[in-house]
């Protein structure tokens, strides 16, 4: 399937699309993901995009656009895509428009994961994200065995810089202005699937109603 997820930090984007990926193999694409991944490595892309990560503000289009343009062409891409993140403005709503018009490409559906901002708060401010694997833990409901030590590998499961109330507030305010018209965009074009649920089941359910798969 080739789904974009919307919603705001801490929505569930990531985890409905792990969970996709298990039903029929399609790809999950974090752009959030790809960024980390560059500031670790330490490399030009990763150097442009710290800081308005840190501080909880969007990266640029163009940066974002020049990632995206090369990733949806990989060969993984064939067996679908679940675009986590990405687009979270209109000028890249567009702009992934264009793209995939170019490729022959249509999507199934844009999906808005909608959960009330105390529950997005809490779930962030008690999200633990393992520096090595990426695997996320969370304090309350999903601690690791050993405090501070990923499960899965044995890498530091932190707090991410941009998940302090501080940036996390700003992330939330730069969503509601810059990200959430993205619902109207995809309301116009027939492709918003709304889901009003906290939990990723409920999420997964709608999805394969929608689009029957
Ligand atoms: P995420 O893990 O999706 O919350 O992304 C973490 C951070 O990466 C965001 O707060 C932005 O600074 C940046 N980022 C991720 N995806 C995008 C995007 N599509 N456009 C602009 N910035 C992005």
Do not use: H
Request: hydrophobic share 40%.
């Amino acid at each position: 399937m080739k789904l974009i997820l919307l919603g705001a930090p801490g929505a569930g984007k990531g985890t409905v699309a792990k969970l996709l990926t298990k039903i029929d193999g399609s790809v999950q694409i974090s752009t959030g993901d790809i960024l980390r991944g560059a500031v670790a490595a330490g490399t030009e892309l990763g150097k442009q995009a710290q800081a308005a990560m840190n501080a909880g503000d969007l990266v640029s289009d163009d940066l974002i656009m020049g990632i995206m343009e090369e990733r949806l062409q990989e060969d993984d891409c064939k067996s679908g895509y679940l675009l986590d993140g990405f687009p979270r403005t209109i000028p890249q709503a567009e702009a992934l428009k264009t793209l995939l018009e170019k490729m022959g490409e249509k999507l199934d559906a844009a999906v808005e994961i909608d959960v009330p901002r105390d529950v997005i708060l809490d779930r962030l401010t008690t999200r633990r994200t393992c520096e090595s694997c990426g695997a996320i833990y969370n304090t309350k409901s999903n601690p690791t065995k050993v405090e501070g030590i990923c499960d899965k590998c044995g890498g530091a499961a932190v707090q991410r810089e941009d998940e302090t109330e501080e940036a996390i507030s700003n992330r939330l305010n730069v969503y509601n202005d810059q990200t959430a018209p993205l619902v109207g965009f995809y309301k116009n074009e027939g492709l918003l699937l709304s889901v009003d649920a906290t939990s990723s089941d409920a999420v997964i359910d709608a999805i394969q109603a929608k689009i029957g798969q």
